[in-house]
């Protein structure tokens, strides 16, 4: 019987790497990660708009589903997987691609990055793209899930099947992909530039977070990190 909510653990134990899934990490070094953990059969066409998303520049991870099992949907309030999470606590945001039940041709935003979420949100808007807050439970607070434990949090940009479709299939779609992922692209680097030109707020965070190590650990030089911790 599956285990609700899934966790990575738990695919482990009744699925095999390479063979019912694939995990897919490509770090080039930048501040935004974007994610999908639902890609291949459980959720189609949002793991290759993620890998357009993410381009060269931003980080990528993917978890590849070979079949459509509901043991293999991980849940994003237990997604810990040793490369997903040095990639979010080396991360100063991540965007989560996932599918959402929404009937029209729309999209569903929602995570702890205010900021982001209303960028992100007014840039699919000038793609005409119908955007609404989330409903998943306590989103906008909990670091439960996984997107919003990186250092500014994150966001869950969810994708109705309709949209995520007419991006793929159909006439017109490429233009309509184009134009979709130009746009959510130019919002992050938008979200760049604005948080990185904030030197007040991040130099109080920087203090924050400093005078909550103890003085021994901050003279003291930390052990190299290895491949997978």
């Given at each position: 019987?599956?285990q609700?909510?899934?966790?990575y653990?738990?695919?482990v134990?009744?699925?095999?790497c390479?063979i019912?899934?694939d995990?897919?990490?490509?770090?080039?070094?930048?501040?935004?990660?974007?994610?999908?953990?639902?890609g291949?059969?459980?959720?189609?066409y949002?793991?290759?708009?993620?890998?357009?998303?993410?381009?060269?520049?931003?980080?990528?991870?993917?978890?590849?589903?070979?079949?459509?099992?509901?043991?293999?949907r991980?849940?994003?309030?237990?997604?810990?997987?040793?490369?997903l999470?040095?990639l979010?606590e080396?991360?100063?945001?991540?965007?989560?691609?996932?599918a959402?039940?929404?009937?029209?041709?729309?999209?569903?935003i929602?995570?702890?990055?205010a900021?982001?979420?209303?960028?992100?949100?007014?840039?699919?808007?000038?793609?005409?793209v119908?955007?609404?807050?989330?409903?998943?439970p306590?989103?906008?607070?909990?670091?439960?899930?996984?997107?919003?434990?990186?250092?500014e949090?994150?966001?869950e940009?969810?994708?109705?099947?309709?949209l995520?479709?007419?991006l793929y299939?159909?006439?017109?779609?490429e233009?309509?992909?184009q134009?979709?992922v130009?746009?959510?692209?130019?919002g992050?680097q938008?979200?760049?530039?604005?948080?990185?030109?904030?030197?007040?707020?991040?130099?109080?965070?920087f203090?924050?977070?400093?005078?909550?190590?103890?003085?021994?650990?901050?003279?003291?030089?930390?052990?190299?990190?290895?491949?997978g911790?």
């Amino acid at each position: 019987m599956v285990q609700m909510p899934v966790s990575y653990t738990d695919v482990v134990l009744c699925a095999t790497c390479g063979i019912d899934y694939d995990l897919i990490l490509r770090q080039p070094g930048d501040a935004i990660s974007i994610v999908a953990l639902h890609g291949g059969t459980l959720a189609p066409y949002t793991a290759e708009l993620a890998t357009e998303l993410a381009g060269g520049d931003h980080n990528l991870y993917l978890f590849l589903a070979h079949a459509a099992r509901p043991e293999l949907r991980i849940s994003p309030l237990r997604a810990r997987e040793a490369r997903l999470d040095v990639l979010v606590e080396h991360s100063m945001a991540i965007v989560s691609i996932d599918a959402c039940d929404e009937r029209e041709p729309a999209a569903r935003i929602g995570g702890a990055n205010a900021a982001l979420i209303a960028t992100l949100s007014a840039s699919l808007a000038a793609v005409d793209v119908t955007v609404s807050p989330s409903t998943a439970p306590g989103i906008e607070l909990s670091r439960a899930y996984f997107f919003n434990r990186a250092a500014e949090g994150g966001v869950e940009l969810s994708f109705s099947a309709e949209l995520l479709a007419s991006l793929y299939a159909g006439q017109a779609a490429e233009e309509r992909r184009q134009r979709l992922v130009a746009a959510v692209r130019d919002g992050l680097q938008q979200y760049l530039a604005e948080t990185r030109s904030d030197l007040g707020r991040t130099m109080e965070r920087f203090e924050r977070d400093t005078a909550r190590i103890p003085i021994p650990m901050r003279q003291t030089r930390g052990r190299p990190e290895r491949n997978g911790e």
